[in-house]
């Protein structure tokens, strides 16, 4: 079987196919500290792809509440199970079992099949905290006595699919223009391969067309430069979609690369799937590390302590550039902060976006003799 390099984990693994990295690949990040999960994503992304027959529990984009939603039921404990008690970091590399290690006899990875009840209740735990607070508690110390957070998900376009790397008809592939991962309908005969292999579990059947389907990565919208529905659309500007670059090729003025490879203030999902998935999360600041450490890996202390920093006003290039998350609809290949604004430019460089990092406001007076009025609704 061939090797492949994951440097998210910072080690080599085998996968079924030789890998060759896109010539871009498709990423996301999403700040978790400012969704409100308010389901815009999960409406746009369902209006838009998946209104059809057979598709009526089909969320490619959801939000669930940690810790006590999933969707489906217990996807990340399963998961957890899985891979077993041994996962271990040694700093920032993993030394414990990925999903491709703990593969039974014969199998290239391990897997779980969720049954049909497990897809019935995408809100279960929707706003539950940790824990039970006494009425009138006041939290002002992090992280918090009692907490939850909305985990907003799609397809993560792995860079090692297990999907990909479970699908028995090879209907399952990665594009080499952007790594955006697809089910091709003419070849998918419906083996649910990809349902059970996929650990975030975004392959979804569809039980009328008999066919896997998941998320597209909004490719049309992609192709013509434009960032998918979910991330247009997202009331909480918590997301910004381009590309990444693998580690050695790093560009510090693409967004992406910025937020993920420069400042380490996004996150992979469970990297120790060892799928290196390319969607990223901005840790919530007000949850227990050791939660998200189990959830992001040993990265986490030091996104925190950087998002901090940025609160404080001393990281002005991330503050900058986090006011570019839900700017504009198309994709900022690189980016720019000069002078208290922070700039977006497309492929070829032009200028697609500008945004002051401090909106102009105007404070005017309750009683206001020119026009002769008083207003109520200023203190
Ligand atoms: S998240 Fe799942 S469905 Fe998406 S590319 Fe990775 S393995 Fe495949
Ligand atoms: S639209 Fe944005 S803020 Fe609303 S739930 Fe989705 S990710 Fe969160």
């Not at 500007?237 to 967004?255: A, H, T, Y």
């Amino acid at each position: 079987m061939p090797t492949v390099y994951n440097w998210q984990i910072r080690r080599e693994l085998d996968y079924p196919y030789e890998h060759e990295r896109p010539k871009k690949q498709f990423a996301m990040v999403m700040d978790l500290n400012k969704c409100i999960a308010c389901q815009t994503c999960t409406i746009a992304c369902k209006t838009t792809w998946t209104p059809g027959r057979g598709q009526e529990y089909m969320l490619w984009n959801n939000v669930e509440t940690k810790p006590y939603g999933f969707y489906p039921l217990g996807w990340d404990v399963k998961l957890l199970d899985l891979l077993g008690d041994s996962q271990k970091w040694v700093d920032a590399t993993y030394e414990g079992p990925t999903l491709f290690d703990v593969a039974p006899e014969g199998d290239t990875l391990g897997k779980w099949m969720p049954d049909e009840y497990d897809w019935a209740f995408p809100n279960v735990g929707e706003d539950e905290v940790s824990e039970p607070v006494d009425v009138g508690t006041v939290m002002e110390t992090l992280p918090h006595l009692a907490w939850m957070f909305y985990l907003p998900r799609i397809c993560n376009h792995c860079t090692y699919p297990a999907c990909v790397a479970a699908c028995p008809r090879k209907a399952i592939y990665k594009r080499p223009e952007d790594g955006i991962v697809l089910i091709d309908p003419e070849r998918c005969e419906g083996y649910q391969e990809c349902v059970a292999a996929c650990p975030y579990k975004k392959s979804i059947f569809n039980a009328v067309a008999r066919i896997s389907q998941k998320c597209i990565g909004c490719f049309p919208k992609v192709e013509a430069g434009y960032q998918p529905q979910c991330v247009t659309t997202c009331i909480g500007r918590i997301r910004l979609q381009g590309f990444i670059s693998p580690p050695d090729q790093v560009r510090p003025d693409n967004p992406i690369d910025f937020l993920v490879h420069v400042k380490k203030v996004a996150l992979p999902l469970y990297p120790q799937t060892g799928l290196e998935p390319n969607v990223y999360y901005i840790p919530p600041i007000h949850v227990p590390r050791s939660f998200l450490r189990q959830m992001f890996g040993p990265g986490v202390d030091h996104a925190l302590r950087t998002y901090e920093r940025m609160r404080r006003g001393e990281e002005p290039e991330l503050q900058g550039l986090l006011h570019l998350f839900g700017s504009t609809e198309r994709i900022s290949h690189s980016f720019r902060v000069v002078d208290g604004e922070v700039i977006g430019f497309d492929e070829h460089g032009r200028e697609i976006v500008r945004v002051p990092l401090v909106e102009p406001y105007q404070e005017r007076p309750h009683e206001d003799p020119a026009l002769e009025v008083v207003r109520q609704d200023i203190p």
